[in-house]
């Protein structure tokens, strides 16, 4: 007698979230990216609102974004990111970070997560950013990955580091070289931690108006050209709308400071699965605004 074989309704939701998980992340992925590892994901709803164009920038969120960044801050900072990706609680993606100015430079600590319970990918970054002259700073980040798959796969953790440069011509003009696992690491031997070289560029068009672009280079996959533009109708408030190609991405967002409080929102929409909403909030200790300037005056 053959005997029926029943299949239990909570290995088939396991199983149901393996296939979504794996048919996002691999739709995320350009083509030749499926063999070369997993996304490098990026923090910060000021970048998400300008298409990820925000390798020339020097503020709290450099920490993920360009750790050169780091030479010009002058106050301890904290922030925190998350963003539900493409609605699916599977892939919901957080980010903290934290930095602290020293005698020659900032230090910075990061930390990223993404996935659920049964799949997840962590990265944890400990920076160090300094100016190399007034208008000239460089940054290097060591990163632990760790990587865990329920069941038989089970877990890996892989070393890498990155880095870049900043370079301030004029007050209005900045331009970012960022570069992301030079040494190739991979998770396992057929799953490379994606190399990426980023350069950027940044010009303010007077007190209302920044225009950011930047390209992008996964050493497996090809180019991807990104650019966005930040408005500042009012003091405090910042309108933001970016756009990126290899996937088309377009992106808006807007941002509001209290004091030293800065929160920002921001909604990408994916060419195939959709959109995504973004939310940050930062904290800088010990900065100044300009009413107590006033005030003070």
Known sequence: MI??????????????KYVIVFAMLVATLRPSDCLAGFPEEQPGSRAAGLAYS???????????????GLGYQENIWVGAHHENRFFSPELNFSAIGALMPVKSGSIGLS??????SEFNQTKIGLAYGMKLAPNLSAGVQLNTHYVYIAG???STAAFTAEGGLIYSPTDD??????????????LHENERIPTLINLGLSYQLGDMVLVTSGVEKNLDANFTYKGGVEFKPIENLYLRAGMATNPSLLTFGLGYKIQSIQMDLAFSHHEILGYTPHFSISYKFGEINNNQLSEED
């Not at 003009?173 to 991979?186: A, C, D, Q, V």
């Open 54 to 68: 925000t390798t020339s920038f020097s503020d709290g969120w450099s920490l993920f974004h360009n750790q050169a």
């Open 173 to 186: 003009l900045s331009i970012g070289f960022h570069f992301i696992n030079p040494t190739r690491t991979k």
């Open 3 to 16: 005997k029926s074989i029943q299949i239990k309704p909570n290995l088939m939701g396991s199983i149901a």
């Open 152 to 154: 038989e796969y089970g």
């Open 111 to 116: 930390i990223k997560r993404l996935g659920f």
